[in-house]
T-cell receptor
Framework: DAKTTQPPSMDCAEGRAANLPCNHS???????VYWYRQIHSQGPQYIIH???NNETNEMASLIITEDRKSSTLILPHATLRDTAVYYCIVRVGNDMRFGAGTRLTVKP | GAGVSQTPSNKVTEKGKYVELRCDPI?????LYWYRQSLGQGPEFLIYFQGTGAADDSGLPNDRFFAVRPEGSVSTLKIQRTERGDSAVYLCASSPNRASGKGPGEQYFGPGTRLTVT
């Protein structure tokens, strides 16, 4: 069973911020939150990960709530090339289990 | 540098035949993973190697599936007596050693091999 819950689909206007939510209410203290995305016909691509502090890199920001039961991936200025399925995963070891993810469609 | 490569990119085989799928990980990555992805679903974990040994093969669906990594680099996923239900995209990923205190290493995925069993 997946440890995360994500909405099946979301739309976002090009140039606007895309905020993708993820619930992980059963996360344990040593589990990290990872985000990957998969563009059509490609392998998944790593985006960002965090434990409890907010994280930012050149692709995105990750906001984790204080109780760590949910998180939000933020793409600050979405482009058409960000259209993909986004997966939120919690993991502590090398085990990585994907759920169904959120299909983000960026519209012009 | 070169990413993870997988060959062939597409494989069509008849039911009952044997197939081998190859994965070339990123040079120096000690961990290697195989996943299977059916249409409309997320990748499903199959097996994980640390070096030459299979550290976790709990995702292999049955004994028709087997994977090897004899020299700790290239890996081959082998499927015997293929069935139509084996049709899927088979993904390989590799990962560097886990950095202390920074969580499990991120996985770098190849483009996958699309297997079609007719």
């Amino acid at each position: 069973d997946a440890k995360t819950t994500q909405p099946p689909s979301m739309d976002c206007a090009e140039g606007r911020a895309a905020n993708l939510p993820c619930n992980h209410s059963t996360i344990s203290g040593n589990e990290y939150v990872y985000w990957y995305r998969q563009i059509h016909s490609q392998g998944p691509q790593y985006i960002i990960h965090g434990l409890k502090n907010n994280e930012t890199n050149e692709m995105a920001s990750l906001i984790i709530t204080e109780d760590r039961k949910s998180s939000t991936l933020i793409l600050p200025h979405a482009t058409l090339r960000d259209t993909a399925v986004y997966y939120c995963i919690v993991r502590v070891g090398n085990d990585m289990r994907f759920g169904a993810g959120t299909r983000l469609t960026v519209k012009p | 540098g070169a990413g993870v490569s997988q060959t062939p990119s597409n494989k069509v085989t008849e039911k009952g035949k044997y197939v081998e799928l190859r994965c070339d990980p990123i040079s120096g990555h000690t961990a290697l993973y195989w996943y299977r992805q059916s249409l409309g679903q997320g990748p499903e974990f199959l097996i994980y190697f640390q070096g030459t040994g299979a550290a976790d093969d709990s995702g292999l669906p049955n004994d028709r599936f087997f994977a090897v990594r004899p020299e700790g680099s290239v890996s081959t996923l082998k499927i015997q007596r293929t069935e139509r239900g084996d049709s899927a995209v088979y993904l390989c990923a590799s990962s560097p050693n886990r950095a202390s205190g920074k969580g499990p290493g991120e996985q770098y995925f190849g483009p996958g091999t699309r297997l079609t069993v007719t």
